[in-house]
């Protein structure tokens, strides 16, 4: 436990399938079945997940089917997190301190805290999308229940943190989403779409992939201030994460913004999902495409993180 990030990279590499992590499919059918009124916020990495059939229109009708009242981007929140943490860079580096690093990956977050603990105070108090997008529905349906549905088993732990247990009620990763698409039956190939999504921008369902972040935030911070410079650097995979931290620390990257993301690719390759990465990074690349608005500048909900911190 001393060492253990949480990343659930441990669940997809065991040979035997010896490792487990903890399931609320259980929890979640029960609150629906209790008339909940349970939404559903959902990683933009979910995009074809679940077969070469499942639109957006298909994945709504598929979750409706469930007893979701309501499915909702977590794009919302990265694109709620990008503006707040290109403000937090601007303010911050190098005023307060040499450089920043992302908020969003929790193992990331949580080899700091374990490795790194005197750079602990140089990550972005922005708080991720999952919890952004938690406590915007939460705000708005006050008697709501939310699932996150993601790719990410960390996730699991940051949803129980004594900060977001009252935001996040349940998190099930694509894995354990299928397995209640597979009990009901549901066919993708055969089911009536429904609403689309259309509320998260390109930028943020760009979360998904490695990079992602760094070149949202800095994307906004050279939109927003044309004149400051910001360089970025990242690393995906937990060996790359701690190079990465440990050149930091000496002071090789002053100035810069860091994007750390646990899984080798990023989100898409988290160990609760269901497509080989580089398959669904370019399923994300195509979705990001298809947004009705290009940067977080344009979200409806860009100035609403300060409310919900």
């Given at each position: 436990?001393?060492?253990?990030?949480?990343?659930?990279?441990?669940?997809?590499?065991?040979?035997?399938?010896?490792?487990?992590?903890?399931?609320?499919?259980?929890?979640?059918?029960?609150?629906?079945?209790?008339?909940?009124?349970?939404?559903?916020?959902?990683?933009?990495?979910?995009?074809?997940?679940?077969?070469?059939?499942?639109?957006?229109?298909?994945?709504?009708?598929?979750?409706?089917?469930?007893?979701?009242?309501?499915?909702?981007?977590?794009?919302?929140?990265?694109?709620?997190?990008?503006?707040?943490?290109?403000?937090?860079?601007?303010?911050?580096?190098?005023?307060?301190?040499?450089?920043?690093?992302?908020?969003?990956?929790?193992?990331?977050?949580?080899?700091?805290?374990?490795?790194?603990?005197?750079?602990?105070?140089?990550?972005?108090?922005?708080?991720?999308?999952?919890?952004?997008?938690?406590?915007?529905?939460?705000?708005?349906?006050?008697?709501?229940?939310?699932?996150?549905?993601?790719?990410?088993?960390?996730?699991?732990?940051?949803?129980?943190?004594?900060?977001?247990?009252?935001?996040?009620?349940?998190?099930?990763?694509?894995?354990?989403?299928?397995?209640?698409?597979?009990?009901?039956?549901?066919?993708?190939?055969?089911?009536?779409?429904?609403?689309?999504?259309?509320?998260?921008?390109?930028?943020?369902?760009?979360?998904?992939?490695?990079?992602?972040?760094?070149?949202?935030?800095?994307?906004?911070?050279?939109?927003?201030?044309?004149?400051?410079?910001?360089?970025?650097?990242?690393?995906?995979?937990?060996?790359?994460?701690?190079?990465?931290?440990?050149?930091?620390?000496?002071?090789?990257?002053?100035?810069?913004?860091?994007?750390?993301?646990?899984c080798p690719g990023g989100c898409v390759a988290g160990a609760g999902t269901l497509l080989p990465v580089e398959l669904a990074a370019n399923v994300v690349g195509?979705?990001?495409?298809?947004?009705?608005?290009?940067?977080?500048?344009?979200?409806?909900?860009?100035?609403?993180?300060?409310?919900?911190?």
């Open positions: 436990q001393d060492k253990c990030v949480a990343c659930g990279q441990c669940l997809v590499s065991c040979p035997f399938g010896a490792i487990v992590d903890k399931g609320q499919i259980f929890q979640v059918i029960q609150s629906i079945i209790k008339g909940d009124k349970v939404i559903a916020i959902v990683a933009p990495a979910f995009i074809g997940q679940f077969g070469k059939h499942s639109t957006p229109g298909k994945f709504i009708a598929a979750m409706k089917k469930l007893g979701f009242e309501r499915i909702v981007e977590v794009a919302v929140g990265a694109d709620m997190c990008t503006v707040a943490e290109a403000e937090d860079f601007l303010e911050k580096v190098p005023a307060e301190q040499n450089y920043m690093a992302t908020s969003c990956c929790p193992a990331w977050h949580s080899m700091i805290d374990k490795l790194f603990p005197g750079e602990i105070g140089k990550i972005s108090m922005t708080l991720t999308p999952m919890v952004l997008t938690a406590r915007l529905m939460k705000k708005k349906y006050p008697q709501c229940k939310v699932v996150f549905v993601g790719p990410c088993a960390a996730k699991k732990l940051e949803a129980i943190r004594e900060d977001i247990r009252s935001d996040v009620d349940f998190v099930l990763t694509f894995e354990e989403l299928q397995g209640m698409f597979e009990a009901k039956q549901i066919d993708f190939e055969t089911i009536e779409p429904m609403d689309d999504l259309n509320e998260g921008t390109a930028a943020g369902r760009g979360f998904a992939v490695s990079g992602g972040v760094a070149g949202a935030v800095a994307d906004v911070i050279h939109k927003t201030h044309p004149d400051a410079q910001v360089l970025t650097a990242r690393a995906e995979g937990l060996r790359e994460c701690r190079k990465l931290m440990t050149l930091a620390k000496a002071g090789k990257y002053d100035g810069y913004l860091l994007e750390g993301m646990a195509r979705y990001q495409k298809e947004a009705d608005t290009e940067s977080p500048l344009e979200s409806p909900y860009r100035d609403q993180a300060e409310d919900l911190g």
